[in-house]
């Protein structure tokens, strides 16, 4: 059983259709519909929830929708955006529950993609954020998937036309207040002009880089497991197992660490890592750094510790 997140915009009503259409050959046992209005753009959203019903009508499917009020809902250190997410994918493993689905699959595209490796560029980004959007993954026991990431919105909307299949425009895909609106409309187009096939070149890149990602994370997994413990609020990795590893490999083990003692891993900067390489060294200067999210990392003679100060 599948559940389609559907905003009422071009690809997720592509992907409704064209998931509702296969449903039979794709072997699906159901398609259901989800919509959730975030209570950020009034008449609007509610306009595109009550077009995403009638066209799940129309077509025979279930529809679980959801109104929430996103400027009552706070979360400390998140963005607006960060916490959309947050409740967007709340709603949906609710969603699931109710429609039995196993799977859902949201319209993300091949413009998604290259807008976002290029945003992380931007803003500096690790190896782990330059993968992008992952074309399938696990959260809890909902699997995820992006069946249209390898296709570009020019195609789909083109599509949609062609066949006469009504969908929502959101006003503020076109208000340059949004980062993403800017990469979207000024930057890629600037760049464009000296790579017309600059998305395809940003999606085949975060491709590149994710089995790259996935090589490190299950090597790291395999370290972890013998070189990492947690003790009574803190996480200790041995020193001598830890100054062996790959500099990639210490990397995501001391992120790991940081986000099991309760830090903030999204603020660990170049620079947090700089120090800590400096506290692993036998011969280095100091026997502490503070990291974000009020984690302490000190060094004794065997042991590296992470805990809340």
Same mark, same amino acid.
């Given at each position: 059983?599948?559940?389609?997140?559907?905003?009422?915009?071009?690809?997720?009503?592509?992907?409704?259709?064209?998931?509702?259409?296969?449903?039979?050959?794709?072997?699906?046992?159901?398609?259901?519909?989800?919509?959730?209005?975030?209570?950020?753009?009034?008449?609007?959203?509610?306009?595109?929830?009550?077009?995403?019903?009638?066209?799940?009508?129309?077509?025979?499917?279930?529809?679980?929708?959801?109104?929430?009020?996103?400027?009552?809902?706070?979360?400390?250190?998140?963005?607006?955006?960060?916490?959309?997410?947050?409740?967007?994918?709340?709603?949906?493993?609710?969603?699931?529950?109710?429609?039995?689905?196993?799977?859902?699959?949201?319209?993300?595209?091949?413009?998604?993609?290259?807008?976002?490796?290029?945003?992380?560029?931007?803003?500096?980004?690790?190896?782990?954020?330059?993968?992008?959007?992952?074309?399938?993954?696990?959260? #809890? +026991?909902?699997?995820? !998937?992006?069946?249209?990431?390898?296709?570009?919105?020019?195609?789909?909307? *083109? @599509? /949609?036309?062609?066949?006469?299949?009504?969908?929502?425009?959101?006003?503020?895909?076109?208000?340059?207040?949004?980062?993403?609106?800017?990469?979207?409309?000024?930057?890629?187009?600037?760049?464009?002009?000296?790579?017309?096939?600059?998305?395809?070149?940003?999606?085949?890149?975060?491709?590149?880089?994710?089995?790259?990602?996935?090589?490190?994370?299950?090597?790291?997994?395999?370290?972890?497991?013998?070189?990492?413990?947690?003790?009574?609020?803190?996480?200790?990795?041995?020193?001598?197992?830890?100054?062996?590893?790959?500099?990639?490999?210490?990397?995501?083990?001391?992120?790991?660490?940081?986000?099991?003692?309760?830090?903030?891993?999204?603020?660990?900067?170049?620079?947090?890592?700089?120090?800590?390489?400096?506290?692993?060294?036998?011969? #280095? +200067?100091?026997?502490? !750094?503070?990291?974000?999210?009020?984690?302490?990392?000190?060094?004794?003679? *065997? @042991? /590296?510790?992470?805990?809340?100060?």
């Amino acid at each position: 059983s599948v559940l389609v997140a559907v905003s009422g915009g071009p690809d997720s009503v592509f992907l409704m259709y064209a998931l509702n259409h296969l449903r039979k050959k794709l072997g699906f046992a159901s398609v259901a519909v989800c919509n959730l209005d975030h209570g950020i753009r009034g008449k609007e959203s509610k306009r595109d929830s009550r077009f995403v019903a009638a066209a799940a009508k129309r077509l025979g499917l279930a529809y679980f929708h959801k109104t929430i009020n996103l400027s009552k809902v706070r979360a400390k250190g998140l963005s607006t955006e960060e916490v959309a997410r947050s409740a967007r994918y709340k709603f949906f493993a609710e969603a699931a529950v109710k429609s039995n689905a196993t799977v859902l699959a949201t319209g993300h595209t091949l413009d998604d993609q290259a807008e976002t490796v290029l945003m992380r560029f931007i803003k500096g980004a690790s190896l782990k954020g330059l993968v992008g959007i992952a074309p399938v993954r696990c959260e #809890g +026991k909902l699997k995820i !998937v992006r069946p249209l990431i390898e296709i570009g919105k020019e195609a789909i909307v *083109r @599509y /949609l036309n062609a066949n006469d299949i009504a969908y929502c425009v959101d006003s503020t895909n076109l208000e340059d207040i949004y980062f993403r609106n800017v990469i979207r409309r000024e930057v890629l187009p600037f760049l464009e002009r000296f790579n017309p096939r600059l998305k395809r070149s940003l999606f085949n890149l975060a491709e590149s880089l994710r089995e790259d990602f996935e090589y490190i994370q299950n090597e790291k997994l395999k370290f972890a497991r013998r070189a990492m413990s947690a003790k009574k609020g803190s996480v200790e990795i041995a020193l001598k197992d830890i100054v062996m590893q790959p500099r990639t490999i210490q990397k995501e083990v001391l992120r790991d660490c940081l986000q099991a003692s309760g830090g903030e891993v999204k603020k660990l900067s170049f620079r947090h890592w700089k120090e800590v390489e400096v506290l692993m060294n036998p011969k #280095g +200067k100091g026997f502490s !750094v503070d990291l974000p999210g009020a984690v302490r990392v000190s060094r004794t003679e *065997r @042991y /590296l510790t992470f805990a809340k100060i």
